[in-house]
């Protein structure tokens, strides 16, 4: 198991995942349970599963996904048992052992689909946030994720990427303002729909708009902001847009958006931005091959 440049975010709280789970292994279950595993298992044969990565990567969602399992045989005394042989945060390689589960063979493979769903969606946001972190080695800059995440996942996402070694964006529209184009738009500039912000938000609300161009960073740190979100500028453009945020002296951060890939963010970073946002690392990550071995 490697450690090298693991990264150990807090784990989730049950309250977060629980309901996801019960409602993932409702819509497998149906009407009628598992046809399938009801007929072929007797009720009382127990048995050991393992947890299996079939393909090296970053873990993320493990306690998540053997919760599937907990809740789906939660008998004291008589319910599974869990094992965990890796963590959150950490790299597996191909064929190593996760975890393994005891207990009745029914709810086991009843449970196996979510689990497994669970484990190799949130194992390959983290897998795809390491891979871009690691080709930043060197600079300062962050990797932040977005709200393009799966409808109803954000929090377990949002934790796969902290698994990866990126951090996180706000969680949801109440966390903070960002200003857009279409909020641009509609208030008829970005000074003026800096000022309706200003107005409208808490003393405690940070404050980011989206520009397109130079002209409008400068309407922005003219009167003042917290963060620009310096959309789809190309390479000389950041660099002067860091230079003019920097020249102004008002601690305003620089994130970087719009196509960011591994190949291509060392050069954003060397830009002197801090901040890179990165949207495909949890609405286009391929999920990590993870499989469910019966002993």
Same mark, same amino acid.
């Given at each position: 198991?490697?450690?090298? %440049? ?5 784990p989730l709280y049950p309250l977060l995942y629980e309901p996801v789970i ?10 009628? $349970? ?7 298992? #007797? ?49 597996? /390689?191909? /064929?190593?052992?996760?975890?393994? !589960?005891?207990?009745?063979? +029914? ?16 194992? %390959?946001?983290?897998?795809?946030? +390491? /891979? ?21 996942? +954000? ?5 796969? !990427?902290?698994? &990866?070694? %990126?951090?996180?964006?706000?969680? /949801? ?14 208030? %008829? ?10 107005? $409208?938000? $808490? ?20 009167? &003042? !902001? ?12 950041? !660099? ?10 008002? &601690? ?9 890939? #591994? ?33």
């Open positions: 198991m490697s450690t090298s %440049g693991d990264a150990f975010p807090p019960r409602r993932a292994l409702a819509e497998d279950l149906g009407r009628a $349970g598992d046809l399938t595993t009801d007929a072929i298992v #007797p009720d009382d044969l127990r048995g050991e599963a393992r947890v299996v990565a079939r393909a090296e990567g970053r873990i993320a969602g493990l306690p998540v996904a053997l919760a599937a399992f907990r809740l789906l045989d939660p008998l004291p005394g008589s319910g599974v048992e869990l094992e965990l042989l890796s963590a959150d945060g950490r790299d597996a /390689g191909a /064929g190593e052992t996760l975890a393994l !589960v005891r207990g009745r063979l +029914r709810p086991i493979l009843s449970a196996e689909r979510t689990a497994l769903n669970l484990l190799g969606r949130l194992s %390959g946001v983290a897998t795809a946030t +390491r /891979g871009i972190v690691r080709a930043l080695e060197g600079h300062p800059a962050k990797v932040v994720c977005t709200r393009k995440t799966t409808p109803g996942l +954000r929090a377990l996402e949002k934790h796969a !990427v902290r698994c &990866g070694g %990126g951090a996180n964006h706000r969680f /949801g529209l109440d966390d903070a303002v960002l200003i857009k184009d279409n909020h641009r738009a509609v208030a %008829g500039g970005v000074a003026e729909a800096i000022r309706r912000a200003r107005a $409208g938000a $808490g003393h405690l609300v940070k404050i980011e708009v989206e520009v397109d161009a130079l002209d409008e960073l400068d309407e922005a740190l003219a009167i &003042g !902001v917290d963060a620009v979100l310096l959309d789809n500028m190309i390479l000389d453009e950041l !660099v002067e847009a860091v230079r003019r945020v920097r020249e102004a002296g008002t &601690g305003t951060l620089t994130e970087a958006s719009g196509g960011i890939t #591994p190949e291509t963010a060392p050069a954003i970073a060397a830009t002197g931005v801090d901040l890179l946002s990165v949207g495909w690392i949890t609405h286009s990550a391929p999920s990590l091959d993870v499989a469910l071995d019966v002993t």
